[in-house]
């Protein structure tokens, strides 16, 4: 039988306790079912029919543990290209060892325990039409088990990935920091039930708060591991060092965590609430746009490489000076990258038409919802083939003026 079908409890696995114990056994049903079809009435007869059955599923079952230790996995495995057997080729190997295996013990009992079982051309045919029948009957049931144990695994799967795609949200914030000089909103849309984007917003004292956006490589559970952290870390540090110092902490610790070279872009600012001062630093992110009140647009490239990818890097830091009516829009490549049916991706210079077009007194999060709308209009009913993130931050207009230094 295939190898891949199922694991056998513990006191099967020994090779010799299942040569000993499963043919015998799998030869009851068939001495039963073979043993009313050619009328047996006596215990010896039936005792006898048992005894040809088990000669049948000794020899079966040789042939199987044969074919799936020795022919697939030495003989078959290495001629394709990534040495692993497909189901299909799995099942059509057994059928054919299960028949080969039919007329050796059919041999084997005519030869000895019963003399003339393949006296005719008659009773080889009917050999062969009952070996090929229970073949393609236990193919069957091989095909049956493998879906059901490859639906289960699949439905584990869901849930486990459900599970960390609800605990990856609940890290997401839902309700932001309210200010009487700035709104802040963000979203995040996940293209898989796990995302690799986050953002964060995460009071720093003083007055100030940062804001941050990630893109992680990658998708799924991993990504979403090395997600949760990067803001972990943010956090503990969010009161204690500048942009720059915070994201070579991370660095350092991404590429000492992270066993298969992940790497993430990433967006951190500080925001000096008294002052409208924006510090911040852009470790190879989509550079997020500065849209000012009177419509002229700045982007924030300022920083270094992406995070993880390098165990010591320094990062520089950018200084911005916000004013009431600004708005700074951060972003992941999930939606500049989105691509409509026709392959045109939705890009940089679209966001930017459509964020010049905001009317200047809109809420952060009335801007990311006319945002999204914009890019589901390109998509034309397609998903996002990326995670979709989304942050606006807008100053007030009745802010004062930003302090000089």
Same mark, same amino acid.
């Given at each position: 039988?295939?190898?891949?079908?199922? *694991?056998?409890?513990?006191?099967?696995?020994?090779?010799?306790?299942?040569?000993?114990?499963?043919?015998?056994?799998?030869?009851?049903?068939?001495?039963?079912?073979?043993?009313? =079809? $050619?009328?047996?009435?006596?215990?010896?007869?039936? #005792?006898?029919?048992?005894?040809?059955?088990?000669?049948?599923? &000794?020899?079966? +079952?040789?042939?199987?543990?044969?074919?799936s230790d020795v022919v697939l996995p030495r003989l078959v495995a290495p001629r394709l290209?990534?040495?692993?057997?497909?189901?299909?080729?799995?099942? =059509?190997?057994?059928?054919?060892?299960?028949?080969?295996?039919?007329?050796?013990?059919? #041999?084997?009992?005519?030869?000895?325990?019963?003399?003339?079982?393949?006296?005719?051309?008659r009773s080889v045919a009917i050999v062969g039409m009952f070996a090929l029948v229970f073949?393609?009957?236990?193919?069957?049931?091989? +095909?049956?088990?493998?879906? &059901?144990?490859?639906? @289960?695994? !699949?439905?584990?799967?869901?849930?486990?990935?459900?599970?960390?795609?609800?605990? %990856?949200?609940?890290?997401?914030?839902? %309700?932001?920091?309210?200010?009487? *000089?700035? /709104?802040?909103?963000?979203?995040?849309?996940?293209?898989?039930?796990?995302?690799?984007? $986050? +953002?964060?917003?995460?009071?720093?004292?003083?007055?100030?708060?940062?804001?941050?956006?990630?893109?992680?490589?990658g998708k799924g559970v991993p990504a979403a591991l090395l997600t949760s952290m990067l %803001?972990?870390?943010? *956090?503990?540090?969010?009161?204690?060092?500048?942009?720059?110092?915070?994201?070579?902490?991370?660095?350092? #610790?991404?590429?000492?965590?992270?066993?298969? &070279? /992940?790497?993430?872009?990433?967006?951190?600012?500080?925001?000096?609430?008294?002052? @409208?001062?924006?510090? &911040?630093?852009?470790?190879?992110?989509?550079?997020?746009? =500065?849209? !000012?009140?009177?419509?002229?647009?700045?982007?924030?490239?300022?920083?270094?490489?992406?995070?993880?990818?390098?165990?010591?890097?320094?990062?520089?830091?950018?200084?911005?000076?916000?004013?009431?009516?600004?708005?700074?829009?951060? +972003?992941?490549?999930?939606?500049?990258?989105?691509?409509?049916?026709?392959?045109?991706?939705?890009?940089?210079?679209?966001?930017?038409?459509?964020?010049?077009?905001?009317? !200047?007194?809109?809420?952060?999060?009335?801007?990311?919802?006319?945002?999204?709308?914009?890019?589901?209009?390109?998509?034309?009913?397609?998903?996002?083939?990326?995670?979709?993130? =989304?942050?606006?931050?807008?100053?007030?207009? %009745?802010?004062?003026?930003?302090?000089?230094?």
């Open positions: 039988m295939p190898a891949r079908i199922g *694991r056998p409890p513990a006191w099967l696995r020994s090779p010799i306790v299942r040569l000993l114990v499963l043919p015998p056994v799998f030869a009851i049903p068939f001495a039963l079912f073979f043993g009313i =079809l $050619f009328g047996a009435r006596t215990p010896g007869a039936f #005792l006898r029919v048992w005894l040809v059955s088990a000669v049948f599923s &000794y020899v079966i +079952y040789l042939f199987s543990m044969l074919n290209k990534d040495g692993k057997v497909p189901l299909p080729i799995e099942v =059509l190997s057994f059928v054919g060892s299960a028949l080969t295996a039919s007329f050796v013990a059919a #041999l084997l009992i005519h030869f000895t325990i019963m003399p003339g079982f393949l006296g005719s051309a073949s393609v009957l236990v193919t069957g049931l091989v +095909y049956a088990w493998f879906f &059901y144990q490859q639906s @289960l695994d !699949r439905a584990r799967a869901e849930q486990e990935l459900e599970m960390a795609r609800r605990i %990856q949200r609940s890290f997401l914030l839902s %309700q932001f920091p309210t200010s009487p *000089r700035v /709104q802040v909103h963000a979203f995040n849309r996940s293209s898989r039930e796990v995302s690799g984007d $986050f +953002y964060d917003v995460v009071p720093a004292g003083d007055g100030a708060f940062l804001i941050a956006v990630a893109d992680v490589a %803001q972990a870390s943010l *956090r503990t540090q969010a009161r204690t060092l500048s942009p720059a110092a915070i994201l070579t902490n991370m660095n350092a #610790l991404a590429h000492r965590s992270s066993a298969t &070279y /992940q790497f993430a872009t990433f967006f951190l600012a500080r925001l000096d609430e008294r002052t @409208l001062e924006l510090r &911040y630093t852009n470790a190879g992110h989509n550079p997020p746009m =500065l849209v !000012r009140a009177g419509g002229a647009m700045e982007t924030l490239s300022t920083g270094g490489t992406v995070v993880g990818i390098l165990e010591q890097i320094e990062f520089d830091e950018g200084l911005v000076r916000l004013a009431p009516g600004d708005r700074l829009v951060v +972003y992941s490549d999930g939606i500049t990258e989105a691509e409509a049916p026709d392959g045109d991706m939705f890009g940089e210079e679209r966001l930017a038409a459509v964020l010049r077009a905001l009317p !200047r007194d809109e809420s952060a999060e009335r801007a990311i919802s006319d945002v999204l709308a914009a890019l589901d209009r390109h998509l034309g009913g397609r998903e996002a083939g990326d995670d979709v993130t =989304l942050l606006v931050l807008r100053v007030l207009e %009745q802010a004062a003026a930003p302090a000089t230094v």
